[in-house]
């Protein structure tokens, strides 16, 4: 018996060793043998992970011998490898051929990725339908190394800020925006269901364009019809509803009175549990927001064109429809074959917005003082009127579901562009080209 359980007994503490032993490893590109440094090596089915260090080696604790492991790196195909008995595992990435021949804009050409010297970033439109954003900068954050894309606020139809590596010290730290070569200011102008590649330029190569792509250049291409097709529609619609995830812990009406009694000998509140007034869910509302878009695409034996419009609506989640935004885009393509070798293409974009506004940002914005305010003070007095903050130690502060009804601020703007073209090919490698 005794022997039984001894067998049992190191069965299982060889299983358990089995299970718990430690894998190292170096992952290197295939053709040349470098290491790749930041490759990521997961354990099939679990979340068990890590990266490679600058020398292309990981190690990973806990992994049983019939764990597989896979090893996967931005333009390489991914490899899974079956751990087994081996405690040191070596992985040769295969450069992925689609990737390399994928076609990159680049100065006032195009490039093979694969012949590209320069710090070339591309999105494409699978990337940004499956994001599906708002605006056309939310499709890049996260999505491009050396890139940084903040929001100015939370509010509807608010603009980002976009660094490409960084800042500068010309003034200016904005990257240059190019539509089709057509310049634009703000990339809200633009669709993102309409956009079918970003490219990112974000080195010295960007010198090509002049010193306005100091900072960087993001070259953007619409969709485009094809010559010999039939006109096609395309229709998208969606509504979604928008809260707030989380609201600040603050003291109730309650809480607030005994705390007030307490730092104030003769100040006294009297309240009850149930009575007072959670600001925070006075401003905040569950806003709606609908889009609607509506392509065309098509073409003829020497023509192609495509076309889109498109309209969103969207109510803040704070103030609701006081902090409402509206879009209005709409985009035109055309190219047409004069001569074998000469190509005519006009586009055109058109933006229309408009945007309530409520104060944001510091103090004197909607949540400065619904985070602020006395919880014993009522919406209404009794009235009806809006009440109004008369106790001395907010004397910074106003009543929020006033301010926001009594707050009548819209910016409006429309912008109109663009852009004619010629190309001319002439003998084998020569294009000229006239905008």
Request: aromatic share 8%; proline share 3%.
């Amino acid at each position: 018996m005794n022997k039984l359980f001894i067998n049992i007994s190191v069965a299982l503490l060889a299983s358990t060793i089995a299970f718990a032993q430690q894998v190292s490893g170096t992952v290197t590109e295939a053709d040349s043998g470098a290491p790749l440094p930041g490759a990521t090596v997961l354990v099939k089915g679990t979340d068990i992970g890590t990266t490679t260090d600058f020398d292309g080696m990981f190690q990973l604790a806990g992994v049983s011998s019939d764990a597989t492991l896979v090893i996967s790196y931005i333009g390489f195909e991914t490899q899974e490898v079956a751990v087994g008995n081996s405690t040191n595992v070596s992985v040769s990435l295969i450069t992925t051929a689609d990737a390399l021949d994928e076609i990159v804009v680049i100065g006032y050409g195009s490039q093979r990725k694969k012949e590209v010297t320069g710090a070339v970033s591309v999105i494409d439109s699978k990337t940004i339908q499956k994001l599906n954003p708002v605006r056309a900068e939310q499709a890049l954050q996260g999505q491009v190394p050396g890139v940084s894309i903040t929001s100015q606020s939370g509010s509807p139809g608010s603009g980002f800020n976009i660094r490409i590596r960084g800042i500068t010290t010309n003034g200016d730290n904005s990257p240059l925006i190019l539509v089709d070569g057509n310049r634009i200011v703000d990339l809200n102008a633009i669709n993102p269901n309409d956009i079918a590649t970003i490219n990112i330029i974000k080195d010295a190569t960007a010198g090509v364009y002049g010193v306005q792509a100091a900072n960087g250049v993001i070259l953007i291409t619409s969709k485009s019809g094809g010559k010999n097709t039939d006109l096609t529609f395309q229709l998208s619609s969606y509504t979604a509803l928008q809260a707030t995830s989380k609201k600040l812990d603050l003291m109730n009406a309650f809480d607030f009175a005994q705390y007030v009694n307490d730092a104030a000998d003769q100040t006294k509140f009297y309240v009850y549990p149930q009575q007072g007034t959670d600001w925070q869910d006075e401003v905040f509302e569950v806003a709606p927001m609908t889009e609607v878009n509506l392509s065309g695409y098509g073409g003829g034996e020497k023509s192609s064109y495509s076309f889109g419009v498109s309209y969103l609506d969207q109510d803040g989640i704070v103030g609701g429809s006081s902090n409402n935004y509206e879009r209005i885009t709409a985009r035109m393509n055309y190219k047409y074959d004069i001569l074998e070798n000469l190509e005519l293409s006009a586009n055109a974009f058109y933006f229309e917005g408009s945007k309530q506004n409520l104060a944001e940002n510091g103090i004197g914005a909607v949540l400065y003082n619904a985070v602020n305010l006395n919880p014993t003070m009522s919406v209404y007095d009794e009235n009806g009127d809006y009440a109004l903050a008369n106790d001395v130690s907010q004397i910074e502060l106003i009543n929020p579901v006033a301010q926001i009804a009594n707050t009548y601020n819209t910016s409006r703007g429309s912008r109109l562009s663009g852009i004619f073209g010629l190309e001319y090919n002439f003998w084998s490698n020569f294009t000229a080209t006239s905008k």
